[in-house]
């Protein structure tokens, strides 16, 4: 029985130690593939990092930093300034997001708290499949309905409306085109309506029951819930939601690109044509025939790319500074 019982156990810690073997290794190899994910990642970055700033290079030496303050943009004397389709992306986004994030937080909101039931799931994808819809679909549509609309009732009516007033007036002087800065940020808004208002609703969805039942308890309303309770419980996903549709904002292309006129100047008014960095790359890479005009359009691409990782740098930065003062 000895001999039994010492083979038994000598048979139970071989198989232990195989076991404890084989876990080793399995968590070796996914802690080295995981590794190297990241690392590939940041291969990728940094490739399309020297990419752009090789391919610029020529630009950047020649015009230096008036590149970044000259509005000029003129391929036969080789003269090319990024001011314009700068201020394009940056004012365009800006009202995008302006318009789509209240109104992605209220839908999110809604479908939450507020829907009945059964039309939250019908509701629910109709919001999303407005993000499967392709992006020059959106152009067509504002270039032939959209903007022929705002141009005949819209525009017309804002103008009058701010006529005289300072400031107001000059923002939305005419004549009404149709197509501009206004109709483009229109578009864009829609264009990322749907991914905020999934990524909210997503989010709106883990704040546990027990924390909104004790709101609702006390004799807090919904809004009072949503407010207080919801939204900064779930502010970390809102930001990220927040982020992923000015991204998807900031490097649009071919629905801006129907809409927004692409001129190359700068108007106090949004009623006038504009034009975006992507919008201008689109358009004139395939011309460009010179080493001066493909660099330059290389540098605004550059540019796209500095803008984007400064505002995703800030809006890490101001997470982290709510985390501090809450506490989290």
């Known amino acids: 029985m000895t001999a039994v019982s010492e083979a038994v156990t000598s048979s139970a810690i071989r198989t232990r130690e195989a076991t404890v073997r084989r876990f080793a290794l399995t968590d070796t190899i996914f802690r080295t593939v995981t590794r190297l994910s990241a690392i590939l990642v940041l291969l990728l970055l940094g490739g399309v990092a020297v990419s752009l700033i090789a391919g610029s290079w020529e630009a950047l030496s020649k015009f230096g930093f008036s590149f970044l303050t000259t509005e000029s943009w003129n391929p036969?004397?080789?003269?090319?300034?990024?001011?314009?389709?700068?201020y394009g992306t940056v004012?365009?986004?800006?009202?995008?997001?302006?318009?789509?994030?209240?109104?992605?937080?209220?839908?999110?909101?809604?479908?939450?708290?507020?829907?009945?039931?059964?039309?939250r799931r019908p509701i629910g994808i109709a919001v999303e499949l407005l993000a499967g819809i392709p992006s020059i679909i959106y152009g067509i549509w504002g270039l032939?309905?959209?903007?022929?609309?705002l141009q005949t009732t819209v525009q017309p009516f804002i103008i009058n409306l701010f006529h005289g007033i300072p400031g107001l007036a000059s923002l939305f002087a005419g004549p009404p085109y149709g197509i501009g800065l206004l109709t483009s940020s229109l578009i864009l808004a829609i264009m990322v309506l749907p991914f905020i208002t999934s990524i909210t609703k997503d989010v709106f969805d883990t704040v546990p029951a027990v924390l909104k039942e004790s709101a609702y308890g006390i004799g807090c309303t919904t809004w009072e819930v949503t407010r207080r309770v919801v939204i900064p419980y779930t502010r970390v996903g809102i930001m990220g939601g927040v982020m992923l549709g000015l991204g998807r904002a900031l490097g649009e292309t071919m629905a801006v690109t129907f809409v927004i006129g692409n001129a190359h100047r700068i108007s106090a008014s949004l009623f006038a044509p504009g034009t975006t960095i992507s919008a201008t790359i689109a358009n004139e890479f395939t011309e460009a025939d010179g080493e001066l005009y493909t660099s330059s359009l290389v540098a605004?691409?550059?540019?796209?790319?500095?803008?984007t990782f400064i505002i995703l740098a800030l809006a890490r930065y101001m997470l982290l500074r709510i985390d501090s003062r809450t506490g989290a």
Request: proline share 9%; with cysteine.
């Open 91 to 119: 004012v365009t986004s800006a009202i995008a997001i302006l318009i789509a994030v209240p109104i992605g937080i209220g839908i999110a909101a809604f479908l939450t708290e507020l829907c009945p039931r059964p039309l």
């Open 300 to 307: 605004l691409g550059l540019i796209l790319f500095i803008i």
């Open 144 to 149: 032939f309905v959209f903007a022929p609309f």
């Open 76 to 86: 036969v004397t080789e003269n090319f300034g990024a001011l314009a389709p700068i």
